[in-house]
């Protein structure tokens, strides 16, 4: 059974320096079968950096310390080929009535395997532990004794004297943090941890103060020469900036989210409390506008109120619509059967009344026939050209066409005003925006019509998109399909 585990033995009687050793052992140590076995001969095959340390060993045991037991690890000195074995050797010194060792037994086993398997395995620790970015440690037992911690794991612990201790009694401050568990737990069932963004507190500068901060975290358990875990190695990389970061910029999205909302609730509320005031003013003064008795003074004041009234009441339904399509989560739309080529220069006609002086062109093509939304498509139109109309010169005129192309309607609006501002065309249908300081002088809007248009093309299922190049001016084109989204026609 000693020959089929691999384990050489050797005799030493110490009184007669006659000595039994099997073949194993001669061969493990480097003797050839006819070379007599001494200490002398057994030590001179041990590489000359192990000698004194075996021969210190093998004192001690001589002199009963430890009761005579005998352990030690060494190399023998390279072999013909060059390679070197190791042997893990372990003996017993008998004593006689009077003290002194008179036998000793002793075994050897070839552990050059292991060895090399350890040197491997440290080479890649300290591989890992040279990583700058990387906070490695390595805990050894049942009670995670730290027998390795790079520079930036100890400088995360404000350079406390880590080594040799265990886990607890050098961070303390972990004590009930949960990571004490979860090595335990990787040690029991050897399956590797992964924790991302784990929130800590630690005496980072060993002041006695705790900070916070978050690690990406592995613990990998690391397993010994008979299959078992031995040892579980942490790697940490600090994220706590990223982590603050992500918090602050979501906290402030949340309040931004939280004052928006509060905004669009206010505007509601005013916008809709308006409405009913400014509906009497504006029947007050069309009842005063039919009277007969009033003097030229009293009718362009009573006009004005009215132009006035009407132009807040504009003002009203937008940011009603504003409101219903940021908190309702989008415009409703009650489509019905409609030409759009008729219609498109019905609504034209209706803004050409407030603009006698300016040249409007409509022009239609193809089928426009479709369903869409009346009062909707007519905010749509009349937005769009009285943009065209307020964005260009006053000698220009203003085109209006409509195209019926397959499935789908067109609708183009253009003017020959100067081109938007290539910053400007990014955030054109973005509420409370205008592609110009210029045209709105007398503040008939609040900046939501382009918003409002493309929410209500896009509750038709269409799209809108511009065009503004110099010396070509800016085109507005609506893209509808005749029929409503979901429709079978």
Do not use: C
Request: glycine letters at 10%; a negative charge; hydrophobic letters at 40%.
């Amino acid at each position: 059974m000693v020959e089929a585990s691999g384990i050489g033995t050797w005799e030493l009687n110490l009184s007669t320096q006659e000595a039994v050793v099997d073949a194993r052992f001669r061969e493990m140590s480097g003797l050839s079968p006819s070379e007599p076995f001494t200490l002398e001969t057994s030590h001179s095959r041990i590489h000359p950096e192990d000698r004194s340390r075996v021969a210190r060993a093998f004192a001690d045991a001589l002199a009963g310390k430890d009761g005579g037991h005998y352990h030690a690890e060494y190399r023998i000195a390279p072999l013909s080929n060059g390679s070197l074995r190791w042997v893990e050797a372990r003996g017993q010194a008998r004593f006689g009535p009077d003290g002194k060792a008179v036998h000793f037994w002793g075994t050897g086993i070839d552990i050059t395997a292991r060895k090399t398997a350890e040197a491997g395995r440290e080479g890649l620790l300290e591989a890992i532990a040279a990583q700058p970015a990387l906070g490695v440690a390595l805990f050894h037992g049942p009670d995670f004794t730290i027998q390795m911690a790079n520079r930036l794991y100890q400088s995360l612990a404000g350079h406390r004297d880590l080594l040799g201790k265990p886990l607890l009694e050098a961070l303390p401050e972990v004590r009930d943090q949960g990571f004490l568990a979860i090595l335990a737990r990787v040690r029991r069932t050897g399956e590797p941890y992964v924790g991302r963004e784990v929130p800590i507190r630690w005496d980072r500068h060993a002041d006695g103060k705790l900070d916070e901060g978050y690690f990406h975290f592995v613990y990998q358990p690391v397993r010994g020469p008979d299959g078992g875990v031995e040892a579980v190695l942490t790697l940490g990389q600090e994220v706590t900036d990223v982590v603050r970061a992500r918090q602050e910029a979501e906290q402030l999205a949340q309040e931004q989210r939280e004052r928006s909302d509060f905004e669009q609730q206010l505007i509601g509320i005013v916008s809709h409390d308006l409405k009913n005031p400014l509906s009497a003013i504006l029947l007050g003064t069309t009842a005063l506008a039919r009277r007969e008795d009033l003097d030229e003074r009293s009718t362009k004041a009573v006009t004005r109120i009215q132009s006035s009234a009407e132009r807040a009441v504009r003002m009203v339904k937008d940011l009603l619509d504003f409101t219903q399509a940021r908190l309702g989560g989008g415009i409703p739309v009650v489509p019905r059967r409609l030409d759009l080529h008729a219609f498109t220069r019905l609504v034209v006609e209706e803004v050409q009344a407030n603009f006698p002086e300016r040249d409007i062109a409509v022009t239609a093509r193809g089928d426009g026939q479709g369903a869409w939304d009346a009062d909707r498509l007519a905010q749509v139109v009349t937005n769009l050209v009285s943009n065209a109309l307020k964005y260009s010169p006053p000698d220009t005129p203003v085109s209006v066409r409509t195209r019926g192309d397959g499935d789908r309607v067109e609708l183009e609006v253009h003017n020959r005003g100067a081109p938007i501002p290539p910053e400007a065309m990014g955030r054109l249908f973005q509420p409370m925006q205008r592609a110009s300081s210029q045209g709105d002088t007398a503040g008939r809007s609040v900046g939501l019509g382009l918003y409002i248009v493309e929410r209500i093309v896009q509750a038709h299922g269409g799209t809108i998109a511009v065009r503004s190049t110099e010396g070509e001016g800016t085109t507005f084109t609506a893209r509808l399909p005749r029929l409503p989204p979901g429709s079978a026609g």
